[in-house]
């Protein structure tokens, strides 16, 4: 039987907002979550080397992911892959950004191993 997902609002970095449709949070998915993000100009957050793979595609705006090998402007249309165990690092443009981020295995806090300030 299908389900109609209803997005749960998950606490982020900031000003993000973050509706989760499927995952830890939401759904109690273990290997995938799915997550609609909402940054405003010029939010960022620490650097983080996470046990998930992540596909982040951008619906409006532009994001910037930081890795060891340099940093990579995304805008809307575009997607990025980045991999579980690879230090990364997120932040958005003047203009902010809307884009969809689906992880695998699912997201968590405890999983993103972020960088302390």
Same mark, same amino acid.
């Given at each position: 039987?299908? &389900?109609?997902?209803?997005?749960?609002? @998950?606490?982020? @970095?900031?000003?993000?907002?973050?509706?989760?449709?499927?995952?830890?949070?939401? &759904?109690?998915?273990?290997?995938?979550?799915?997550?609609?993000? &909402?940054?405003?100009?010029?939010?960022d957050?620490?650097?983080?080397?996470?046990?998930?793979?992540?596909?982040?595609?951008?619906?409006?705006?532009?994001?910037?992911?930081?890795?060891?090998?340099?940093?990579?402007?995304?805008?809307?249309?575009?997607? @990025?892959?980045?991999?579980?165990?690879?230090?990364?690092?997120?932040? @958005?443009?003047?203009?902010?950004a809307d884009?969809?981020a689906?992880?695998?295995?699912?997201? &968590?806090?405890?999983?993103?191993?972020?960088?302390?300030?």
């Open positions: 039987m299908a &389900t109609k997902l209803r997005p749960v609002r @998950v606490t982020g @970095v900031g000003d993000k907002l973050i509706q989760e449709f499927a995952g830890a949070a939401s &759904t109690g998915h273990e290997g995938v979550s799915v997550a609609r993000m &909402t940054a405003p100009p010029g939010w957050e620490p650097g983080q080397r996470p046990d998930f793979d992540e596909i982040t595609y951008v619906l409006a705006g532009e994001i910037i992911v930081e890795t060891e090998d340099g940093a990579m402007s995304v805008t809307a249309g575009e997607a @990025v892959l980045t991999r579980a165990g690879e230090w990364v690092r997120y932040s @958005v443009g003047a203009s902010g884009y969809i689906v992880c695998s295995p699912a997201f &968590t806090a405890e999983g993103a191993h972020r960088d302390h300030a």
